[in-house]
């Protein structure tokens, strides 16, 4: 009986390690989206001084005033559920370029350049950077055709 405790007891202790784990990681994470959406965006057409979260919520007011509506709307629902998954995969394309999923991409200006063999400590800024970068593709430049959202304020357009 005592063995079947130990091991009630280690599965309990892995158990409890790993959901700590994992909440210390979601904090982490939220304290860096929070931390980087609050800087000055890195790309370059963006206006000097705008932050990320600065950048939405333009959008988001862009997008109350565009018609037809469910172009705006849609065009921020694409990015909320696309965007996190292009941005882990141009992310992991940066930085392994013969890996797997390279060779079955196509070229796009958001998948950095440079980051290949990137640390595992520069991967988020090379993701927040790829994050910033499909963001203003999908909602801040004019698109060739389709649902335009109009110039973001500051850019002079």
């Known amino acids: 009986m005592e063995a079947g405790k130990t091991v009630k007891k280690l599965i ?4 409890l390690s790993l959901r700590n ?9 939220l304290l860096f989206v929070t931390y980087r959406g609050n800087q000055p965006m890195q790309v370059s057409a963006a206006p000097a001084g705008m932050s990320y979260f ?3 919520a333009e959008r988001i007011q862009a997008a109350k005033t565009v018609e037809p509506a469910r172009c705006g709307w849609g065009m921020l629902l694409s990015l909320a559920v ?16 013969a890996g797997f999923l ?7 200006a958001a998948i ?6 990137a640390s595992w400590h520069e991967i988020p800024g090379v993701w927040w950077n790829t994050v910033e970068r499909l963001s203003w593709t999908m909602l801040g430049r004019a698109p060739a055709r389709g649902c335009y959202l109009g110039p973001v304020a500051g850019t002079g357009e």
């Open 21 to 29: 784990a994992i909440l210390l990681l979601i904090c982490a994470f």
């Open 12 to 15: 309990r202790i892995f158990a």
């Open 54 to 56: 600065q950048f939405i």
């Open 82 to 97: 696309l965007g996190p998954i292009y941005s882990v995969v141009y992310t992991a394309v940066a930085v392994n370029p």
């Open 112 to 117: 950095p350049r440079g980051a290949a063999g």
């Open 102 to 108: 390279a060779r079955g991409a196509n070229p796009d």
